[in-house]
């Protein structure tokens, strides 16, 4: 999987590591806690997605992905984010770069937040949804992509 | 395809025999017209399987299956219907079976409306959902259904 | 009050005369059971009315005016409509007039539905909202009509 | 009206002082900015108050009181939530009170957050609602107090 660069990981005591994700789909939802689409659409439709695949086919992962207002996302107010929101995946805070942009957010050439992006069983990036996308296609394409053979 | 028994289609010319469906994916929303959780939930479902899908991939059709109220809706009343609610999609009009419940949803055994009824590229029934079924689970379903191999 | 020509009243036994609402204020829901923002906006907010108000202040009731599809909307129909839509409040069907429009809706001068017509104590009509309008304004107005004085 | 102890003023250059709201309707919302109940139901609210009736006849305000996560919801953060949710009316930053609860939170006894509180022409509270409370109520109730007489 093309590497998160995390400063820090919330909401779990051992972070995935490239080696654990491969062989998964991996869905990582891409926000920043102060972003009105990403708690009113993106979140929900990441947790959507947990509660619709198998945690052994697809694994959901956050992004905090702060380019604005950092001083107002740190990583404590985001702990607090995420107990207030009930958001029980794993989240990595992205790491700063050498712009207002995180690391991670401009290694994936994200347009900002919320960006839902889809990994398949090798890693490699599939799909990268900035703004609102339905449920029902983000469903199809999961499903594409967990029925893909390995090695194909 | 299990057939369709339909004493009427509804926003069709052609409606569709068994032959027309094969090698395709159909969708089959089952409801009433004056059943509140079919206009508020199944219909608009249906309308985003349509919106979702290419139409050589997925058909979707209307069952208007009436079980209760036989007498308030008529094939006059669900075609001012259909056309108040926008709905473009071929309707089949359920045929009268021997008690109250048309034969249509008496052969496919639908325990209510609406129902959300899947067939596969070889006419079988793959899945019935009786009430709610979330969109992100039912965009996996459709896609799991096209990427099965002919003859598989 | 300006007269309802009813040809019917449903869910109720005792139909308001205009001597009932003498002394009320009266909240009126223009609909038509195939208009679906009578059924998405309308008709709700005047279940709403029924929650917030007590009865002795404020009296409910339903209009069914059918300006198109009058094949669709027959009474039998209605009466399947309320019970599957559980509305209690007594409803008026609007008595036939001279063109396609119903009598107490073009007495009234109704553009169209859903609207909300609000009665004060004297009877003198002092709202008509065709279309959507927000709850907030009309818990205000309501209230307003409730404080006046009688007489004023 | 009851004192605002507040260490701060947003989106003001003139906080009101008492002086200001005598006279007038002021509706506060009292709200924590990662409390999703405020996000997604108070605030709202706060702002249709807003659209439905006019300044000089209601004047509302928040009242941003921390009483949990403290080291998330400083300042800073509230100003980066407050343009990120384009929330533009004044809004008070609650004093540091005794224990975990504001002042101002604590001096007015409210139990949690978001709550709406209603003050009338001479500065009395009249209404504290804790939690949802339906617009249309809502509009009745500031209508109740615009109609009071000046002195009653």
Same mark, same amino acid.
């Given at each position: 999987?093309?590497? &998160? *660069?995390?400063?820090? #990981? +919330? ?12 062989? !998964?789909? /991996? ?6 806690? +102060?972003? $009105?689409?990403? /708690?009113? *659409?993106?979140?929900? %439709?990441? %947790?959507?997605?947990? %509660? ?13 992905? /702060? ?13 607090? @984010?995420? *107990?207030?929101?009930? &958001? !029980? @995946? ?9 712009? $207002? ?6 290694? #994936? ?7 839902? &992006? +889809?990994?398949?069983? =090798?890693? !490699?990036? !599939?799909?990268? *949804?900035?703004? =609102? ?8 394409? &999961?499903? =594409? ?8």
């Amino acid at each position: 999987m093309t590497l &998160i *660069h995390a400063q820090e #990981w +919330l909401n779990t005591d051992s972070p995935p590591g490239p080696d654990d994700l491969k062989g !998964r789909i /991996v869905a990582v939802e891409a926000f920043q806690m +102060l972003c $009105p689409g990403c /708690v009113s *659409h993106g979140l929900p %439709q990441a %947790q959507r997605i947990r %509660q619709t695949f198998r945690a052994e086919d697809v694994t959901v992962l956050g992004l905090h992905s /702060v380019f604005e207002h950092h001083e107002a996302m740190t990583p404590v107010a985001l702990k607090a @984010f995420l *107990h207030e929101y009930r &958001i !029980r @995946f794993p989240v990595a805070v992205d790491m700063p770069g050498k712009g $207002p942009m995180p690391r991670t957010m401009s290694d #994936w050439g994200l347009e900002g937040t919320p960006t839902l &992006i +889809l990994f398949d069983r =090798q890693g !490699r990036m !599939r799909a990268r *949804h900035f703004g =609102q996308v339905p449920d029902m296609a983000v469903g199809g394409e &999961i499903m =594409q992509l967990m029925l893909e053979r390995e090695g194909s």
